[in-house]
């Protein structure tokens, strides 16, 4: 069954990138369960991220916030996809996190339902973002790797998981993605 899914993710994210589709086609869940998409962050650059609550680099979520909220008024908005690959890292339910990010982090970003970013199981936006045929290509190597996405929908520029989000290599990209027309 798990291989089924497995196949149909990567068949979803084949046929949207042969029809030219977006990343903001792909469906999604929110944090609470319910359908979504990247259709409402259309035109804005957007810094998704694969989550996870029990990590040495959780504390990022700190510096994503402020990002967010720095920016959040320019067109930027940081989106949290929590993911358990990596270390067995984020076990909680959607609630559960959702509660320790708001509680512990006063994340107000937009949070999504937990996902794979590698392996048989890889999410379609995942696909998309580091499959083959991607502008970045490449296994998650852990907890927080992070993609910017230009104001087009384009994937811009990969940063690995030790990258913080506010280092002057990631701050300079979202605000040249900002000025772009």
């Known amino acids: 069954m798990k291989s089924l899914l497995s196949l149909a993710a990567v068949l979803c994210a084949v046929t949207l990138m042969a029809e030219d589709k977006s ?3 792909i469906p999604l869940k929110d944090i609470d369960g319910k359908a979504a998409s990247l259709k409402s962050y259309k035109g804005k650059v957007l810094l998704v991220v694969n989550v996870a609550s029990k990590c040495g680099l959780t504390k990022q979520y700190k510096t994503l916030e402020a990002a967010h909220t720095k920016y959040s008024d320019k067109g930027f908005v940081v989106l949290g996809f929590p993911c358990n690959q990596f270390g067995k890292q984020e076990p909680g ?20 339902d937990k996902l794979e970013v590698n392996g048989p199981g890889r999410h379609a936006l995942y696909t998309a ?4 045929g991607a502008a970045f290509p490449g296994d998650i190597k852990w907890n927080f790797g992070k993609f910017l996405i230009g104001k087009d929908g384009k994937v811009i520029k990969r940063f690995e998981p030790r990258t913080e989000p506010d280092s002057p290599e990631v701050i300079k990209a979202i605000e040249e993605a900002l000025a772009a027309k």
């Open 23 to 25: 990343l903001y086609e």
């Open 93 to 112: 339910s959607n609630a559960e996190i959702k509660e320790f990010c708001s509680a512990k982090y006063s994340v107000t970003f937009p949070m999504f």
């Open 129 to 132: 973002l580091a499959g083959e």
